[in-house]
């Protein structure tokens, strides 16, 4: 005989487990994190097993049948309706959550974790052979388990949408296809416009030598001047860079290093940066909670997105950042002036990797993922067409063919590790973040022009305003809605991308 | 209903259970590893809430009552009489680890590695400002949690065995105590003739400048040239070099590296490096298992020690060292000769710091802690009079009074991180490596004449046949009595350090 508990009691005990769980999950993030930046080449397999390991007993511990009952009595409580804003959110999401989790077989969960770590070492021997017969049969493997999951996670839903709640809850693959499919309706016509215009933006000023050393101070001050907390956080090298979050004050970024192209490492810092700042403005009082956590994959694109395109591209950013560049860079860039390093990083240039390609022609890249990852979830293109597939889409979309799968249908590691219906959230984030964007500069008087003294403190405070302190509290589409007062929409992206590509090709804005 | 197991199914499945332990608990290495070598500054508090979440899942792993009743079962059925050596050792010792588990409380168990954790920020802090009072409360507390294990996991034994027995199975406190007193007895006198001498080793040559880049390269060629497998582990920086295993094949070491002398980083590697020849020497289909794992820390210790001092410091590995010395720092070594270094490198000279000392002093660093960590653990010390006993013996000892706690009682991460009882083993390891190496230089011919042309595989395959691919079937003085065919004692350690460092002051060896 036991006392029931008061709601009050019930809501401390459901977080304390919540908590408990995503401290396990945190060691999951160091030991995917050190697997990409710290692992001897001999030491996957057992990677792998610490991994599966872990995962069943993350599993187990999101699934224990007592939170279940917690969070039953919590959903039919007093709290779920008459509680503050976050703990209604909290209570709704964990108990949603909780039946997500539920469903899952033990036995899934830990072969979705083994069969992850291990095709990804396959896919990075695949990739640097640039042999698909080393990867194929581990992504049949993988979309197998992915269709598994999908159809017991969520099994009211199309299987492509639920894996897609995964990474943007209350997403639909039918309203981004039609979203797509107006975005690339404006973006066709620039990326034509851009290619064939008289004037050319030249990039050459950013392809002399820049020494890694030198690169690597400069781009840690750049972050640090825009608010990342290296007290919180680190850089590391990757070959691809990335954020994870380990802990509350733990968030960790990576970047590469090109000796002869400084963007490499600069936008992939400001890019992942970008994530850093969101996650180092969650409240941390909420760790692990709905109220503390990141809203979806789109919004944390966003950030990325925002900072490194809309910041970090613009002329006002390097008016600011020119000089220092130029004190790190001396022999680079000593002749060369802040407007002709501005202008080089608008270049449009059809290319055949996502993560190095334009700003413009990226949309269209995320699209032809989005379309053939679907297609595959719905049966509709068999793994062993999808190379052939692959360069079928990119030949009709960029008017070139890769020259080889490494630099095709082998160069991302998504689908290896299991991150299906994750690439929508790529264009998602670039069309929250112009929005966003549009918004803070309409609020905040001088906003822009501050950047050119180096103020990023009043964008990082809108944006944890309107952004970060939700949490995941809303869903994407209403959070950027409450935001800006505006339907989210392609309309911002198309107006921020031929406002800024246009002159800078000889094309008027929204020409 | 359920038909019991056979021998060979309940052993299959008390051994999956062990490795699955043994897993969870190389991810606690990473935890470990990953605190020591890159956490952000403000991590701390969350690092320790992984630890000890990790620590209670894998304590209740290793107490689970099914395993228990598995292991009563075998240590009373035929194999644990009948097996193979590698069963019966298995049964044997997998059954008393239970034991010893099993009868700590859950809470003592979490409270040891939260605290554990915490402790450690403590002392780094204490350490820097050397503030006694940052680290005074939170030794208190280790200790009365460590005097509680100690009660609880061995209750039969004399407190202070109790805890020597997580590092050194076997070992008695009396019975090291009359050990060093003999080894006292014969370092005394050697180290009062070397400080007097009227021949001295000049290690100036040793204090000439080599860019930290360049001893990066040159010692990881050295520790590959040894032995030292990249491909199963790795070389990262740390203020105090350790060495940790994170599984089978990812064995991960770490140097610090001094501009001004070389050997800090180079002996750092040797040691760290010879701990890593025998966690990679270890039976890796085993893992996890006594046969595949570190008969003790003592053990350990004489693996590390004797690639540190008797290969390193010897004057044939410098006639194969020094050329690839001086190409490495032409600058530093261009005018210097083998012997030159050599000699340096045979400078005795009491100091502070024990990972700083002298082959020759070293082990007087030792029996201090020894004797004062054992004077507390049994009520005859109390923490609050720990500086000033640690300076009162060390002037006693050494001749001269620490300047600060930072160059005493608090130099060491030891107590803080709660392994006490862990001093003593790095004594032990000088006396079983000069043992040791006593024996592989009768069996093997030519054994140190090779080392001048770089051959180091037949000292490492005399150790791996003798002393790794025993595991910890056998503890430490039976494993070095049937290595060596002779009782352990500490003559062999006299008479090694006599005989290299007597010359090297004009004594004759020996004297």
């Not at 994190?33 to 999101?62: K, N, Y």
Request: with cysteine; net charge negative.
């Amino acid at each position: 005989m036991t006392t029931p508990l008061s709601a009050a009691d019930l809501f401390a005990a459901a977080c304390g487990h919540t908590r408990r769980v995503a401290t396990l999950a945190s060691i999951d993030a160091l030991l995917g994190w050190d697997q990409q930046t710290m692992l001897p080449s001999s030491a996957g397999p057992h990677r792998a097993e610490q991994a599966a390991a872990l995962a069943a007993i993350v599993h187990a511990a999101r699934t224990d049948p007592a939170q279940g009952e917690r969070l039953v009595a919590l959903a039919e409580g007093p709290l779920a309706r008459n509680g503050t804003p976050e703990e209604q959110a909290t209570i709704r999401l964990l108990h949603r959550d909780f039946l997500k989790q539920a469903r899952l077989p033990v036995r899934l969960v830990e072969e979705l974790a083994r069969t992850g770590v291990e095709a990804q070492s396959a896919w990075a021997r695949a990739r640097a052979d640039s042999s698909w017969p080393l990867l194929a049969p581990w992504l049949e493997r993988m979309f197998a388990l992915k269709r598994e999951q999908a159809a017991c996670q969520l099994p009211d839903l199309d299987p492509y949408d639920s894996l897609m709640d995964d990474y943007e809850p209350g997403a639909r693959w039918h309203a981004i296809a039609a979203l797509f499919v107006r975005l690339r309706e404006g973006i066709v016509p620039l990326v034509q416009a851009c290619t064939t215009a008289s004037r050319r933006p030249d990039d050459a000023v950013l392809r002399r030598m820049c020494l890694v050393p030198a690169q690597q101070a400069f781009v840690r001050d750049v972050a640090t001047q825009i608010g990342f907390d290296f007290e919180r956080g680190r850089l590391d090298t990757t070959a691809h860079p990335f954020c994870s979050t380990l802990g509350p004050d733990d968030c960790r970024i990576t970047t590469r290093w090109d000796e002869h192209f400084l963007p490499s490492a600069l936008f992939g810092v400001l890019h992942e940066a970008g994530h850093g700042l969101y996650e180092q403005g969650l409240r941390r009082d909420w760790f692990g909670l709905p109220p503390g956590e990141a809203a979806s994959l789109g919004i944390h694109e966003s950030q990325s997105r925002l900072w490194e395109n809309l910041v970090g591209r613009s002329r006002e950013f390097w008016h600011w950042c020119f000089p220092l560049a130029q004190r790190a860079f001396p022999a680079a860039l000593g002749d060369a002036t802040a407007e002709q390093v501005h202008d080089a990083l608008l270049v449009v240039r059809p290319s055949f990797i996502r993560v190095e390609a334009d700003e413009v022609t990226y949309n269209l890249h995320v699209m032809l993922r989005f379309d053939l990852e679907r297609a595959v979830i719905h049966g509709d293109l068999a793994i062993a067409d999808l190379p052939a597939a692959w360069n079928e889409r990119f030949t009709a979309d960029f008017g070139m063919r890769p020259p080889d799968d490494a630099a095709g249908v082998l160069q991302d590691i998504h689908w290896s590790a299991g991150l299906i219906g994750y690439f929508p959230t790529y264009t998602l984030g670039n069309m929250f973040a112009a929005q966003l964007m549009d918004e803070a500069t309409r609020q905040v008087p001088g906003l822009t022009a501050g950047f050119a003294r180096g103020e990023f403190r009043p964008l990082l405070a809108w944006l944890r305003e309107h952004v970060h302190a939700a949490g995941r509290m809303l869903e994407s589409e209403p959070l950027v809605e409450r935001a800006t007062g505006r339907q989210v929409s392609e309309k911002w992206l198309l107006e921020s991308l031929w406002h800024r590509y246009g002159p800078a090709h000889g094309l008027g804005p929204g020409a």
